[in-house]
Structures are given as C-alpha cells and as structure tokens.
C-alpha cells in the first residue's frame, strides 16, 4: 500500500497570512504519462471533504487561486495565500495511483 | 444542481449484513467512475473502492475486498455498496463520491 503521510500546521494561523501543507508519499506517484496522482481535499467543519486540486496541481472548477498545489514524485505542498475564515477545516492529501489512500488529514485553525 | 444521497446506514449488530445505496442526480451518472469513502470517528479517512462508469470493473482496498461489495445500476442512477459479516471498526460515516462530487454521508454504527 502507498502510505501518505501529512505535516501540522503550526496553528491557529492568523488571517492574512500564507500557510503551507505537506504530503508525502511512500511511492513515486509520477507516472509514465507525465501526470501525478495526488489529489487535495478540504473538509470544512460539519460537512463533506471538497475537491480542491487534482494531478497535483490543477484546480477544480470553483476553487480560489489562493490555493497552490506543487511537488516532485514524493514530496507535495499545498500552498494557501492570504488565508480566510472559509479555509478553516481539515485538509487531505489523497494518491490515486495504486488504489487510492488518503493522508492523516492537517487541521488549520484561523487566529 | 448536482446531488448525491447516500441511504441505509443506521445501528447494526456485529456479523450482520448490510446494503447502503446512493442515488445519484444533476449529472450524467453513467459516465462516471464512483467511489464509496469512509470516515471513521476519529476522522480518518479510508478508500473503499470504486466501480467503473458501467458496471464492468471494480477495485476495492486489499483490507475490505472479501466483505464489501460496491455496484451499480445506471438505469436508476444509483450507487450500491454491500456490506457482510461487519466489525465494530466498521464504524463510520460512508460517503459516494466521483471525487469531484461527494454526497452528504450516512452513518453506520455497528454494535451489539
């Protein structure tokens, strides 16, 4: 299995400010196609996670720009500029190369 | 608008069977991969598995294969997930998904 595995936010993050995201995989998720299978989720407090980047680092449709996806084969950053009240919740790293497994989820709380 | 509405769930006794569905609206099901999720209620979250967009091809995580049974009927639009012989870690909110869409969740509590 591909084991993701997820940093802490040194929170609460106060608004305004950039935060930053990490994932990493157990396995290269850079397949031969040239497209990483690394999706990121939100999941705001009371409700269901909300897809919010995709092959690493496209965003789905409705997303703010504020958030960033990058990374190489292992290593990911899911950058949030100027982070707002509506960015509170738990994010989720998720590969889908092999099967599919989410991260530990990272908690941002806003100051 | 695009709805997924996921059924079934509810308190269930450990080694009982049980089938959550979820139907579909507000988009083209049949063109659709689908995904059934789970939380647990420590939040983590576990891929079930997935079924192709008709029916022909599913993948199920290594750890559920031989108790969970994920289908599907396009006609109806909706999304199935058979659940047998189930554990108290089988606790959890399930949720139907396309990754794009997820659907409210349903609870399944499984205690004596």
């Known amino acids: 299995d591909i084991v993701m595995t997820q940093g802490a936010l040194p929170n609460p993050v106060p608004s305004g400010e950039s935060a930053s995201i990490t994932c990493q995989s157990s396995?290269?998720?850079?397949?031969?196609?040239?497209?990483?299978?690394l999706n990121w989720y939100l999941q705001r407090p009371g409700q269901s996670p909300q897809l919010l980047i995709y092959?690493?680092?496209t965003r789905a449709s409705g997303v703010s720009d504020r958030f960033s996806g990058s990374g190489s084969g292992t290593d990911f950053t899911l950058k949030i500029s100027s982070v707002e009240a509506e960015d509170v919740g738990v994010y989720y790293c998720q590969q889908f190369l092999e099967y599919r497994t989410f991260g530990g989820g990272t908690k941002l709380e806003l100051k | 608008e695009v709805q997924l509405v996921e059924s079934g769930g509810g308190l269930v006794q450990p080694g009982a069977s049980l089938k959550l569905s979820c139907v579909a609206s507000g988009f083209t099901f049949s063109d659709y991969w689908m995904s059934w999720v789970r939380q647990t209620p420590g939040k983590t979250m576990e891929w079930i598995g997935d079924?192709?967009?008709?029916?022909?091809?599913?993948n199920y995580a290594p750890s559920l294969k031989n108790r969970f049974t994920i289908s599907r009927d396009n006609a109806k639009s909706t999304l199935y997930l058979q659940m047998s012989n189930v554990r108290s870690e089988d606790t959890a909110t399930y949720y139907c998904t396309t990754d794009l869409y997820w659907g409210q969740g349903v609870m399944v509590t499984v205690s004596s």
């Open positions: 092959w690493m680092s």
């Open positions: 396995k290269s998720l850079l397949h031969s196609n040239g497209k990483t299978y």
């Open positions: 079924i192709k967009y008709d029916g022909s091809y599913t």
